[in-house]
């Protein structure tokens, strides 16, 4: 059974309690750029604990502005392991990016052993997320975030974890509006409220969990 499966097996079951861990940088940290606004975790809070029902659901955040991977992985057993989750949700690569081509290796190898580690300590099941895409003028992560989203991407499928594909969703929004990218942004990297509206709609239909109906589903996210 894979990690999807898993979830939605989890999910079918109202008497079963889940720890939901959010860890990554600052994007799913959720400071600042919102201003105020919720952010995406607290949209799939709302969705999961009070539309769905599940007040037993604990969502637990422990992203911090400026982690990358490597601030993760030495804080793993903080950030993760303690709780003894039964999901976790990992957005990484945007600060890794910095690295350049030079870091993507161990940026690779890297993530796959602490997925390892997580499933190997905990059981949990992984939603792996993709980076969202930036201002193409940001020269320190521009050349080189695609390289560092395909590494997440073949990563989650490799190790049969749910994909959450922001790179590829952002990039065709922007195909087919050039502005909507600047609707999402509040900076070069760092998604508004709108944006982080758009991570919650996609990480929910990844889920399943989505709903025509829902109030968090039916936020507006500008076109």
Not at 55 to 73: E, F, H, K, M, Q
């Amino acid at each position: 059974m894979n990690d999807r499966q898993k979830i939605a097996d989890w999910l079918v079951k109202q008497d079963t309690r889940l720890r939901w861990v959010f860890a990554g940088d600052s994007i799913t940290h959720g400071a600042l750029h919102t201003f105020g606004q919720r952010d995406y975790v607290q949209h799939f809070e709302e969705r999961l604990r009070y539309e769905l029902r599940r007040p037993g659901d604990y969502v637990i955040r422990t992203a911090a502005s400026g982690w990358n991977l490597n601030t993760l992985i030495a804080d793993i057993e903080a950030s993760v392991l303690q709780f003894a989750p039964q999901v976790v949700s990992i957005n990484m690569g945007m600060n890794d990016a910095s690295n350049g081509l030079d870091g993507l290796e161990d940026f690779r190898s890297g993530y796959t052993a602490l997925v390892h580690t997580i499933r190997r300590q905990t059981g949990a099941a992984l939603i792996i997320h993709t980076p969202n895409t930036i201002d193409p003028a940001d020269t320190e992560r521009g050349p080189y975030l695609s390289e560092y989203a395909a590494a997440v991407h073949a990563m989650a499928v490799e190790n049969d974890t749910v994909l959450v594909d922001h790179f590829t969703y952002w990039q065709q929004a922007r195909k087919a509006n050039v502005k909507r990218q600047l609707y999402w942004l509040n900076d070069a990297i760092h998604p508004n409220e709108y944006g982080h509206r758009a991570m919650a709609h996609l990480l929910i239909r990844e889920l399943g969990l989505w709903d025509e109906q829902s109030l968090v589903c039916r936020l507006l996210v500008p076109e």
